[in-house]
């Protein structure tokens, strides 16, 4: 009895001592950042000479009473010398996660500064080196890279729970904030608007266009979904959701056909056994998936052999797998007897496990082995060296902070936000789409979003507004150098189409 009562009273104690230390900490006067810090720049795209100002520091959410919530981290970028500012583009950017930071697009593709590496995208030796991008977007758009709550430097005041920024909806409207905060304090209502992002970003960027408009009548001019996904239907491997195994199937081919592992009649022309294999995923194999088990074992069979030569992988595994691969399985078993993993963020990407028996990869080549380090050791010196900006925190390229993602908007079914999309595109008829696809891109396929888009329902008139484009490489495209030369010549057709 004796010692109950000891340890009810230990316990006691220090539930006291916590909630005083809380309450301790929630009447720490919230002190407010200090001022972004402001340099000036030079660099050349496309053989132009370009003066811009980078601004780099928190935006300070608050609530309608004053009171901050959130600090978020951004790095803006503004050329010099424009007159007009009606006539200079802004573009809002951010990459996906959820729990990433921009740091990605920033600086693989987009910002003034680009990581150096091979031209196939390999990371070079450490310490790894960012050298001045003349590919970036500058010289079409001024742009403003966001990083969300929990990731970057970006936090929740200091007494505010992180949970109110931490899913969907909450995400929308805190990154909706920032960007009606940005273009209220910098004048840039009349400027024409675009959102630019990648991966979830771009589930982001489609939430973001009816937002935008319904909250604050702020119409945008353009969206670059870049490695899109829209419905998460197309890429939840779930039992009784057999759309993403149809829809991986051309990702599957590419992957073979680049390690060389499927059938010798498919090795020839890449875009003309992807067409073969779309045709076969839309027709034969979907029809036999739609069956289920009343699928005659003859016609089984078929599937089959043709689902074999077109993924190389072996008939009795995807016998054994009921005509299903999963996108984890087939990372691990494609290369296997090779003894080595393939990406999947980018499948030309190999990695070595400590055995070849696992079911699934041990890490992502193409992430662990091949962008975290350069991405990672670039940034945290780029800050400091070229933009004069310190923060002892550590800076959250991709992480898992975030979680558990709030998803309370789509209570037992999928998110699918490409019907917001439909509604933006539907009150404002300038709104231009464009959605840059990889081949080997199993993390958003590029299958999936040609799927999405032709579900969306679009008049004829608004899907002349939508227009995709392909590359040989991954997720992020990118870093594969002459994807990241198609990827600007790309951007600078948009943004000239889109402001005719």
């Known amino acids: ?3 109950h009562f000891l340890l009810l009273l230990m316990l006691c104690s220090i539930s006291s001592f916590a909630q005083e230390k809380t309450e301790s900490k929630l009447n720490t006067p919230v002190l407010p950042p200090p001022a972004p810090v402001v340099t000036k720049h030079q660099t050349i795209i496309n053989g132009q000479a370009i003066s811009y100002t980078a601004t780099t520091g928190y935006m300070v959410l608050k609530d309608e009473a004053g009171k901050a919530k959130g600090n978020v981290f951004f790095i803006a970028y503004t050329k010099d010398g424009v007159t007009d500012i009606t006539k200079r583009p802004i573009t809002y950017t951010f990459n996906g996660g959820p729990g990433s930071a921009s740091v ?3 600086m693989g593709a987009i910002g003034p500064k680009r990581i150096l590496m091979s031209d196939k995208g390999d990371a070079l030796a450490p310490p790894y080196k960012y050298i001045n991008n003349e590919y970036s977007w500058l010289d079409k758009t001024d742009l403003v890279f966001i990083d969300p709550i929990n990731t970057g430097y970006s936090r929740a005041v200091q007494g505010e729970d992180p949970k109110q920024f931490l899913g969907y909806v909450e995400d929308i409207e805190s990154v909706g904030e920032f960007i009606r905060l940005y273009t209220v304090k910098n004048g840039r209502w009349s400027s024409p608007k675009f959102l630019a992002g990648e991966s979830y970003g771009t589930t982001r960027s489609a939430g973001l266009s009816g937002y935008l408009q319904d909250k604050f009548n702020m119409y945008i001019n353009g969206i670059s979904l870049i490695s899109s996904v829209l419905n998460f239907q197309t890429i939840l491997f779930d039992k009784g959701n057999d759309l993403p195994n149809i829809l991986y199937v051309p990702t599957y081919t590419a992957m073979a056909w680049y390690h060389k592992k499927i059938a010798k009649e498919y090795q020839g022309d890449l875009q003309k056994t992807l067409r073969e294999a779309e045709h076969f995923a839309l027709n034969e194999y979907a029809t036999a998936l739609m069956k289920g088990d009343l699928l005659p074992e003859d016609e089984k069979q078929k599937i089959v052999q043709k689902l074999s030569k077109l993924t190389g992988i072996s008939e009795t595994f995807i016998k054994n797998a009921n005509l299903r691969i999963e996108i984890s399985r087939f990372t691990k078993e494609l290369l296997r007897d090779e003894g080595k993993t393939a990406g999947r963020l980018d499948g030309r990407f190999t990695g070595i496990d400590f055995d070849n028996v696992g079911e699934r990869y ?13 991405y990672s050791t670039t940034v945290n010196n780029y800050l400091r060296q070229d933009l004069k900006y310190e923060n002892d925190l550590p800076y959250l390229m991709l992480t898992g902070r975030v979680q558990p993602w709030n998803y309370n908007n789509v209570q037992n079914k999928y998110l699918n936000v490409a019907e917001t999309l439909r509604q933006a595109m539907a009150k404002n008829p300038y709104l231009k789409v464009w959605i840059p696809s990889a081949y080997y891109d199993l993390a958003t396929p590029y299958f999936a ?9 679009l008049r004829p008139e608004q899907r002349k507004n939508v227009k995709f484009t392909y590359f040989e490489s991954g997720h992020m495209m990118y870093i594969h150098k002459a994807s990241l030369i198609k990827l600007k010549k790309e951007a600078d057709e948009f943004y000239e189409e889109t402001l005719k």
């Open 1 to 3: 009895m004796k010692k």
């Open 104 to 106: 990605w697009l920033h």
């Open 362 to 374: 041990e890490f992502d080549p193409s992430l662990d082995a091949t962008i975290s380090g350069p």
């Open 449 to 457: 979003a040609e799927y999405v888009v032709s579900h969306m329902g």
